[in-house]
């Protein structure tokens, strides 16, 4: 099950639909994780995975690398300047700070972490392009765990729509598809393919 309704999404119980409110959500991926072992959760996944849930592919780091190239050209990767945003992490409540494993504002790749709860993560990222927030939430079922992962963006300028239509389709058919396969490979490196406890 790649990608998945908004409609289903929005069903399992998690803290970003409340907190991401009148936020646009983009698409939502989900798949299936084999459940060797009961009780893991999503910082356990990071953890052991030492952060790295996602391997980039050759071809993922060929696009990734394009845009860059072309980003640095254009200067979409400047963040705005401080009254043109804010980020994200101002929704926090009390709650959530005290929940969260994790500092809002530090550097996670190319994002910047808004909470990290047990199993459910939100980072945001903020350039001239969008300002995005990316979920990955780990959620145990009957027979399985599902992994979910959720792309919602905020427009910056008239460019954020013609933007997210350019590079869509290879979001889609090439780059998240990639990695939600290194989500399992990582899985399956980290716990096995079967269960020894």
């Known amino acids: 099950m790649p990608q998945i309704s908004a ?3 929005e069903g399992v119980p998690l ?3 409340e907190f991401l409110a009148g936020v646009p959500l983009h698409d939502v991926w989900a798949i ?3 459940r060797w072992r009961t009780g893991v959760t999503l910082d356990q996944f990071l953890r052991a995975a030492h952060s790295r849930l996602f391997t980039l592919s050759p071809l993922v780091r060929m696009l990734l690398h394009i845009r860059l190239l072309v980003g640095g050209l254009f200067g979409w990767d400047r963040e705005p300047p401080a009254p043109a945003w804010e980020t994200f992490a101002t929704r926090l409540t009390d709650a959530d700070h005290s929940r969260s494993l994790a500092t809002a504002g530090t550097r996670d790749g190319f994002f910047r972490i808004v909470y990290r ?6 980072v945001e990222l903020i350039n001239r392009t969008a300002h995005a927030a990316v979920l990955s939430a780990l959620v145990e079922t ?3 765990y599902r992994f979910y992962f959720a792309v919602y963006v905020r427009s910056v300028g008239r460019f954020t729509r013609l933007y997210m239509a350019l590079i869509d389709p290879f979001r889609k ?3 998240y598809p990639s990695l939600l396969r290194s989500v399992r490979a990582s899985w399956n490196q980290v716990f096995g393919t079967r269960c020894t406890c």
């Open 32 to 34: 299936d994780l084999p």
């Open 7 to 9: 409609q289903e999404f």
């Open 173 to 175: 058919l090439i780059v």
């Open 15 to 17: 803290r970003v639909h």
């Open 117 to 122: 709860f047990e199993s459910e993560q939100l």
């Open 142 to 144: 009957s027979s399985a």
